[in-house]
């Protein structure tokens, strides 16, 4: 998927923070399921308006996790500099959780109030098996994009080492060390051999 050119500051342009602040006010109010349906909603919305490539997607994902503190407000800051620089972060964030923190305050008073009546268990069961199958969509189409940039075996091998460091470090934080220390050990089994930045590399060496 071709993206357009990113400037000198990582903006794209064509692109408004008008247009982030309305994209995320869209996810902020309609993306139930948590995290996992959340990043869907922000995949489509940045491939629809070609502010990324699958690529450069795959990357906010990979940077949000790896920072402290909530992971989906860490990507929507590297969708929205992407996208207009600090005007698309102020937009994209306050897009976000303008909506979904006001959803959420009224749905938290409507769980209060129907949690206890005996009918409501098996709803509640319900929604929480729409996560989970917003969670496995999520790792569907997140390899597809890293088979979508020549990494055809790259991909399915870091899920099966991602499955197999998840039987051996139950601690999330351990797993991503051990994955932040074989990229930089190894990194060619991560980046595709046709990358621009690392033939930049063997060109200046």
């Known amino acids: 998927m071709a993206g357009a050119k ?6 794209r342009s064509g692109h408004s923070w008008l247009q982030v602040f309305l994209g995320f006010v869209r996810i902020g109010a309609t993306a139930f399921g948590g995290g996992s349906a959340t990043i869907v909603a922000m995949r489509q919305l940045a491939f629809r308006h070609g502010w990324l490539t699958e690529e450069e997607f795959l990357d906010t994902v990979v940077l949000s996790r790896v920072t402290p503190g909530i992971t989906i407000l860490a990507q929507v800051v590297l969708i929205g500099r992407k996208v207009d620089g600090i005007r698309g972060i102020v937009a994209g964030l306050v897009g976000m959780l303008l909506p979904s923190i006001t959803i959420t305050i009224l749905l938290a008073k409507l769980y209060v109030s129907l949690s206890e009546k005996p009918w409501s268990e098996r709803p ?16 569907l189409l997140l390899l597809k994009d890293t088979l979508a940039v020549d990494r055809h075996w790259r991909g399915p091998a870091a899920i099966a080492a991602f499955v197999a460091l998840g039987a051996v470090l139950p601690n999330p934080v351990l797993i991503l060390l051990a994955a932040v220390v074989l990229g930089l050990a190894a990194p060619k089994l991560f980046v595709s051999e046709e990358d621009p930045e690392l033939e930049g590399e063997r060109d200046a060496a």
């Open 124 to 139: 509640l069961t319900m929604v929480a098996a729409v996560a989970a199958g917003f969670a496995v969509a999520l790792a």
């Open 6 to 11: 990113p400037d000198k500051f990582g903006g």
